[in-house]
């Protein structure tokens, strides 16, 4: 069970739906997935072994989905990092998670490009506005049609916890543990399909990315920003249709406070799923009066699937 191959189901029934857009670029399904299998087959050409790590230090953008199916697609495991941690800790994941590549948005690349040296399993930083990723999307035919043949106990994302009492731990999340968390949000919160819009304006490397996959599995059209703002977010509001985004409190908190929340026209949001921290409860029935039985909470997103 690799889900990539379901990625790739989604192309062959929707492949003229968007699948990702960000402030550069739009793809659909079928664009989405021959990036993915070109990227795969870049990776693979890279040598690196079936399950070996690559770590994603990206800012929101749409290259995280094309990278993080690509990871699966070649039989690799992903290790997405938050852009804003300081190089000397994502050294240390690198460090500690043995990874083989590290690919980094720009401005990220060349902070941590030192690490080719320092880190021992490190072969090399590729930046996604370069050459070498380029070389990765090189022109002809895919390099790697079809997803690796995995099981489903294969590391797929190897989640680092945020370290708050101590180092950050790596929660091995297998291909099994995300199909079954997106299985639970359609049980537990909304059943979807390719009329919802999925708008990720949390760092895609944590929680939002990892519910990215129920959306993507069901042919939705996922809007990455490049950070949370509210104008950003109520304008998406206003272009798109069946809206849901995932919050962390500090975001639900400022949403809630923002008089232009209050006065805008909340019909095309469907669901606002929101966790990572406490809320005061006064936040909380304000969010409540605001957009009434939207919400919904979230917890146990590091070492397990969210619940």
Same mark, same amino acid.
């Given at each position: 069970?690799? $889900? ?7 192309? /062959? ?87 083989? $590549? ?9 902070? $941590? ?15 996604? /506005? ?27 994302? +190897? ?28 049980? *537990?919160?909304?059943?979807? *399909?390719?009329?919802?819009?999925? $708008? ?64 805008? *026209? ?16 006064? *936040? ?10 939207? +919400? ?12």
């Amino acid at each position: 069970m690799n $889900l990539s191959a379901l990625l790739f189901d989604v192309a /062959r029934r929707v492949p003229r739906q968007l699948a990702v857009s960000d402030n550069r670029q739009s793809l659909s399904y079928s664009e989405l997935v021959e990036r993915i299998t070109r990227l795969a087959g870049g990776l693979r050409a890279y040598g690196p072994a079936p399950g070996d790590r690559v770590l994603l230090a990206l800012e929101n953008c749409s290259e995280f989905f094309e990278l993080l199916f690509a990871c699966w697609t070649a039989g690799l495991c992903a290790v997405p990092v938050n852009a804003r941690l300081h190089p000397r800790e994502v050294e240390y994941i690198a460090e500690n998670s043995g990874a083989r $590549l590290l690919v980094a948005t720009p401005l990220l690349a060349e902070a $941590l490009a030192p690490l080719e040296a320092s880190v021992a399993s490190l072969e090399r930083v590729i930046s996604t /506005r370069s050459g070498a990723y380029d070389a990765l999307l090189a022109s002809g035919e895919p390099l790697c049609p079809e997803p690796a043949t995995s099981t489903p106990t294969d590391r797929a994302w +190897l989640f680092y916890t945020s370290g708050t009492t101590g180092k950050p731990k790596g929660a091995v999340l297998t291909h099994r543990n995300l199909l079954f968390a997106s299985q639970c949000y359609y049980a *537990d919160i909304d059943l979807l *399909d390719e009329r919802d819009t999925h $708008l990720l304006a949390a760092p895609v490397s944590h929680g939002a990315g990892l519910y990215a996959l129920p959306f993507l599995l069901k042919g939705a059209h996922q809007i990455v920003l490049p950070h949370f703002d509210v104008p950003a977010v109520l304008d998406a509001l206003q272009r798109h249709q069946q809206v849901s985004m995932f919050a962390a409190p500090t975001m639900l908190t400022r949403l809630v406070h923002a008089p232009e929340v209050s006065a805008a *026209d909340l019909g095309n949001l469907r669901t606002i799923y929101y966790g990572g921290g406490p809320m005061y409860v006064a *936040d909380l029935e304000r969010a409540l009066e605001i957009f009434g039985s939207r +919400l919904y909470q979230l917890y146990g997103q590091g070492e397990s699937p969210m619940t």
